[in-house]
Nanobody, 122 residues
Framework: QVLLVESGGGLVQAGDSLRLSCVAS??????MGWFRQAPGKEREFVARITWSGSDVYYADFVKGRFTISRDNDKNAVYLQMNDLKPDDTAVYFC?????????????????WGQGTQVTVSS
């Protein structure tokens, strides 16, 4: 059984920062990452990182602002979010995949956390 638990969301103002954490239990994964979903919108890829921690990929809209990292000893993944914007408001989901190259399609990911709310005010 895969269990992913996110934390670190909150209510902030534009320009502020948040650090999201996700701890996985049950197994290790080749790839871990983050998606987000706002009401009425499709789940949107944010970032992913492979087991080595050296292969990372970001959505264009977060490049230069967000940083993903992982701690394999803790089976955890983090998302440092800087210069947050109101458009970043969404529920952020931690995700995992047994695939080395799952891409940006949520259908290619196997496990999901319950999400943590990020709200960015103007």
């Amino acid at each position: 059984q895969v269990l992913l638990v996110e934390s670190g969301g909150g209510l902030v103002q534009a320009g502020d920062s948040l650090r999201l954490s996700c701890v996985a239990s049950g197994r290790t994964f080749s790839t871990m990452g983050w998606f987000r979903q706002a009401p009425g919108k499709e789940r949107e890829f944010v970032a992913r990182i492979t087991w080595s921690g050296s292969d990372v990929y970001y959505a264009d809209f977060v490049k230069g602002r967000f940083t993903i990292s992982r701690d394999n000893d803790k089976n955890a993944v983090y998302l440092q979010m800087n210069d947050l914007k109101p458009d970043d408001t969404a529920v952020y989901f931690c995700t995992s995949s047994s695939r080395m190259m799952p891409g940006t399609d949520p259908q290619r990911y196997d496990g999901w956390g319950q999400g943590t709310q990020v709200t960015v005010s103007s």
